[in-house]
């Protein structure tokens, strides 16, 4: 059977098998509505109770920290819109590369007396210290900017940021969805710097769709997004997706625990991917910046994005155009824009996200295949002409 | 052979069913893709499960599937429709009408409308649980803008006149949204000619998975919600968030069945309710609350007298079952639908709900039966209350030590 | 709710449940709470002409909590003088019966029932 092979990992990753063993009790025999007081319940709660536990564990933060959402893009939404509703409005600084789900929400904030600054980047998509530290000059109520970005994996100086932010008397929270799992993400030590809260999901980790967190430092006061019932502190209303939630605890541990030896594995294949772009003629986004160890995310001038990758699926390879989160829309990605990049090269723009299951030999071969589908295009726009 | 505790709490929550499991499974392992990924096939074939599921849910209530948007459950179905359709209708006005036996998820959701300086009428229901309409018809005001009674009461299983309530607000040109958390599955839902613009389901009451759900949103005439979640613009901009395939793979599932078998069903769950029912019909002082004919036929609320609902909770604990509502957590309150009914402040301490589902058997009711009976002598012994009773005391005239 | 093994034990077996005759010699009765809290406790205690407390019986509408905590009351009032009584203090039943945070107010009720019963055995008697 003819298996295309996966490099979509920041669009969302296949469970890890254990994940899948340790969720199957919970879609089957033990059914329970966690807030039974019977055993169905009970047991229900206990395995809640633990994949809390786990997830703090994971990010080295305190159970009572992790408040369980149904998805990333609700508690960055939570946040957003949660703290805001508890702060007079006043200025609202969100990163220019963030993801959709905590710039939409801060845009919609705008009609409630609040005002909007999207933090610059540099060309390598990295918030500049200077421009922020004008806008923290004026006080903002909320900054949230992301550990790391989807589309490039540049990641954020964050106690470089959060520190001041909380000198300036700020609520700082980051986006760590990408994050986790990838790189070390301690809750602790950002804390420390400043940081009040962080999105988990589970999604992009090896775990299930449908189970998120957001990490939330107690002195933050939040109104909830989703009212009725009072579960997860009257912050997160609603029955706990119990099987996703164990799911997500479970696949916590797997991936920090496994990312010792992944990330300098994942590190090596992109290493070779990028220089076999770049000898393709590639021009790579974000590449001057610390990055992610998985993202490679580029373009070749000249051809269209969607293009490519509409070529790329057909000989085998899963890759994305832009965000796979918000390819709903067909704009120019709006992080390459922030970064200064000309609308016709971002429009080119493909991003590799490389997982577990990959291997050098599924990156030599889509080398290969990029290499012809590039001649053969070539060709193509050369008959047109 | 009997396993025990055995299972009578439906509507807190069902087990999914195994031809839904075996359906879901696979879009959590080789189906894995992200049903928002426009670019190659684990994305497509996502997103065409995502839509044949999305068919199932609105042909099980005769809808159109562009009528339908996905959410995390019916709490959030609440949520978004009912602050979603405030806020965008917030100009033509800033009344609300609900009911008291509302779900948490309503009901919370008032009280922060409320806060934002919306005016909120909480109906009174009758004895029986049900709304009365003409109690509702005065309640309408110039400016009331939403209308929310929910299908199925959670806890005592009444089914209240929405197709009578829809007619009223269509004709006043008022937003009717309908939780219907309870009764998918248990009572035909046909929104081709009930006049309701908005109605929340949740896939984990019947028997699908926890964690999805679903808000219908009537097209014509068509109703404008404010989005309560923003981002990537999933689900044409009411709501923003990756899809859970799998979750909602296995509430189409779920809904296609309700959809097949769903009078079968029925019949067999009516036997079993009234096989209990009549079970229980020699003991003294044991009362239904709520109607008995507006009732899905599932439920059975009783009020025990004079043992409290914790301690009979623990006496039977090889059943399982609730005293109040299980969807809203560990408080010590009595049911507050039970006091919106007017029931007597012991008779409301007192009750337990049996809720029974697709995979009770009469072996499972006559078991609870003969636990019933054995438990409800022993705790009326211990009863100071029954004791007084007995000896001719009226409990209504005695001074009590209120702590 | 999780309850803890001695709870179970005077759930399952309650001990000293019943009722004295009302006209019985040195008999007392203390009932508190009401059924709109969901609990009323009713506790007897029977006193010798020496001020000890000889017998002691219960009833309890409410949840296990309440009812472990009035047996337990029960068993400890006997053989203690009707101030010694007194000096049990809810903390203590609570800790013996390792109450949850939430049933503390289980153990005041029967630290109540007892203060109850005493004082119905003073009225009866004149004393202050
Ligand atoms: C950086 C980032 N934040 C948030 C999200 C949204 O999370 P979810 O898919 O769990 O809604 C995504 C991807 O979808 C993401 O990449
Ligand atoms: C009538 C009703 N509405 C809403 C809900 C909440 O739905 P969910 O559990 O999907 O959040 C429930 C039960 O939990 C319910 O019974
Ligand atoms: S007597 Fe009220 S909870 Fe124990």
Redesign the interface.
Known sequence: MFAPVYFDHNATTPLAPAVLEAMLPWLTAQFGNASS?HEYG?AARRAIDEARARVAAAVGAHATEIIFTGGGSEANNLFIKGASACLRPGLLAVGATDHPCVIKPAEQLTQRGWLLRKLAVDGEGRIGTENFLATLAQKPGIVSAMLANNETGVLQDLPALAEPARAAGAWFHTDAVQALGKIPVDFRALNAAGVHAMTLSAHKIGGPKGAAALVLDKRVELEPLIAGGGHERGLRSGTENVAAIVGFGVACELAVHGMAEAAPRLAALRERLERGLLEIGAILFGAGAERLPNTAYFALPDFDGETLVAQLDRAGFAVASGAACSSANPEPSHVLRAMGVAPELARGAVRVSLGAANTAGQVEDFLKTLQATVAKLRRLTAIAV | MLNLPIYLDYSATTPVDPRVAEKMIPYLVEKFGNPASRSHAFGWVAEAAVEEAREEVAKLVNADPKEIVWTSGATESNNLAIKGATHFYSGKGKHLITVKTEHKAVLDTCRELERQGFEVTYLDVKEDGLLDLEAFKAALRPDTILVSVMFVNNEIGVIQPVAEIGQICRDKGIIFHVDAAQATGKVTIDLSTLKVDLMSFCAHKTYGPKGIGALYIRRKPRVRLEAQMHGGGHERGFRSGTLATHQIVGMGEAFRIAREEMDAENAHIRKLRDRLLKGLSDIDQVFVNGDMEQRVPHNLNISFA??????ML?AIKDLAVSSGSACTS?S?E?SYVLRALGR???LA?SSIRFTIGRFNTEEEIDYAVKLLHEKIGKLR???????MVQDGVD?STVQ???? | ???SVKVLDH?EN?RN?G?FGKEEEGVATG????????????LQIKVGKDGVIEDAKF??????S??ASSSLVTEWVKGKTIDQALDIKNTQIAEELALPP?KI?CS??AE?AIK?AVADYRKKHGEH
């Open positions: 007081r009970r | 004079y043992i409290e609902g914790e301690s623990m560990a010590l009595p007597e402040d012991e301490h012994e211990l009863s100071p209350l029954w004791e409990l009590w030590a209120a702590h | 709710m999780a309850y759930y309650p449940v009722s009932m508190v709470g009401a059924p709109a809290c969901g609990d009323v406790m009713k009833k309890t509408y409410g949840c296990g309440a009812i939430v107010h005041i009720l109540d109850a």
